[in-house]
């Protein structure tokens, strides 16, 4: 397979799971009624959020496939990990 065949289908295979966890993430925004449960809420916000950051990876992921250089967060540790995650090498306590 050509590096152009092979690249086309990576970006393809991107952008269809990016088109996958959004619309998982709206079907959940849209059919849960977690009003009255704050752990429901919680629960529901975290798996909103989990969406968000791999639509956020898959999308710079597919931005470096095609050879640009407008990466947002780049690797899936900075958009997957809190921003007060140790670094490689850096000491933990």
């Not at 619309?23 to 629960?43: F, K, R, W």
Request: aromatic share 6%.
């Amino acid at each position: 397979m050509a590096k152009t065949d092979s690249t086309d289908l990576r970006v393809s295979l991107i952008f269809n799971e990016i088109a996958e966890l959004a619309a998982d993430a709206d079907s959940l925004a849209s059919t849960s009624d977690t009003t009255d449960d704050l752990h429901a809420t919680y629960a529901l916000a975290c798996r909103l959020q989990s969406a968000i950051q791999r639509i956020g990876w898959l999308a710079d992921e597919g931005t470096r496939a095609v050879g640009s250089d407008m990466i947002v967060r780049g690797a899936a540790e900075n958009w997957m990990l809190p921003t007060n995650y140790p670094t490689q090498g850096e000491a933990t306590e």
